[in-house]
């Protein structure tokens, strides 16, 4: 099996050379649920699970980012008899999409790693959403891949001029591509993002195409494909879990489970690619610190007052700001839970997590 078609460069070749001459072979993930994953390496495919100590240490130290995520490589030793490998370490996350997991728990659910490029798809239907595309661009920057708004169903739409230029006006410096998979108008468009060892991963409420798409690019029912609900526009769950495929003309791609809304978990600089128009506008303010609410000369609000800045994409701005202030919040009470419960080393440990950077490197000691 030549890795190389499965992102293999010369970058990790170097990475791994230590842990090779330490016996270990290297593979990727290609799909995860609950914990067992299925791994591509030289040898082929393979049934895979974690080692005891990743296990034990994710699972005390309440860190998801410690468990394998679809896209890493990783270390493993096989078991020929078996067919199976155990899994010991991974190579450096040189990206990776990210979400705070549902609910009041503050993890973090890293949904694809190492991606070159996220396609947010949004459906041209009713269901299409200035905002949800500007959210989703947010975590897009965040995880150090390239974003491209994939604008599907053309065929369906009837006001085409009116979104398009919507989708323009939030997604500043982003390619947007009009498409639709059953007519397959567009999608040549996207061929520039299908090189070889190059791996993209959609992102998009369900019903959006993310699973027809995923066909049409591979040339086979890859993928089941449920029909949107007739009554509102919106759509029915169809990907349960993430999965790596290769693409037949070169290129990998990742599908992911639709997501009504993603939470947020790293929002700082993608707030500030996001919203750049507005950060602009901001150095305008008399108070460097001003948070665009009820002090005097805002910049910010002058512009929405004066209309030169949509007053829906300030509110949103807003709205997103708050959110990542309040995570953090949640973040500093989690730490001290912790530190109350386990000790201050746990603590120390889980804060690491908070506070490292997209490219973490989680390898063997």
């Given at each position: 099996m030549d890795l190389v078609h499965w992102g293999w460069n010369s970058i990790r070749e170097e990475e791994f050379s230590i842990f090779k001459e330490q016996g270990f072979c290297v593979g990727r993930i290609v799909s995860e649920h609950k914990h067992l994953y299925k791994v591509m390496t030289i040898h082929g495919e393979l049934h895979a699970e974690v080692s005891g100590k990743i296990r034990h240490d994710g699972l005390v130290l309440e860190r998801r980012d410690l468990f394998p995520a679809v896209g890493d490589w990783v270390l493993v030793k096989i078991i020929e008899h078996e067919k199976k490998a155990i899994i010991h370490g991974f190579l450096s996350r040189m990206s990776k999409l990210s979400r705070k997991v549902s609910g009041n728990k503050v993890y973090e659910q890293i949904v694809a790693a190492n991606i070159d490029f996220v396609f947010l798809l949004s459906s041209l239907n009713n269901e299409f959403n200035e905002r949800r595309l500007e959210r989703g661009l947010v975590v897009s920057w965040d995880s150090g891949a390239q974003p491209v708004i994939v604008l599907t169903k053309a065929d369906l739409c009837t006001d085409m001029a009116a979104k398009v230029a919507a989708a323009q006006r939030v997604a500043r410096g982003v390619s947007v591509h009009i498409i639709s998979s059953i007519t397959?108008?567009?999608i040549e468009s996207l061929s520039r993002y299908l090189r070889t060892g190059s791996t993209i991963a959609l992102l998009g409420s369900s019903g959006v195409g993310k699973s027809t798409l995923v066909n049409c690019l591979m040339g086979e029912q890859a993928q089941r494909v449920n029909d949107i609900r007739q009554d509102?526009?919106?759509?029915?769950?169809?990907?349960?879990?993430?999965?790596?495929?290769?693409?037949?003309n070169g290129g990998l791609i990742i599908d992911t489970p639709g997501m009504r809304e993603i939470q947020l978990w790293e929002a700082s600089d993608g707030l500030n690619q996001t919203y750049q128009d507005i950060e602009e506008i901001a150095l305008g303010c008399y108070y460097k610190d001003c948070l665009h609410r009820d002090e005097p000369r805002c910049a910010v609000k002058d512009a929405v007052f004066?209309?030169?800045?949509?007053?829906d994409r300030f509110e949103s701005y807003k709205k997103m700001q708050s959110e990542f202030a309040d995570l953090s919040l949640k973040r500093s009470g989690?730490?001290?839970?912790?530190?109350?419960?386990?000790?201050?080393?746990?603590a120390q440990l889980l804060q690491s997590q908070y506070s490292k950077k997209k490219k973490g490197r989680r390898t063997l000691k």
């Open positions: 397959h108008d567009g509102d526009d919106k759509g029915r769950h169809t990907t349960t879990h993430r999965e790596l495929m290769i693409l037949p004066r209309g030169e800045l949509d007053s989690h730490i001290r839970a912790v530190a109350k419960e386990r000790g201050g080393q746990y």
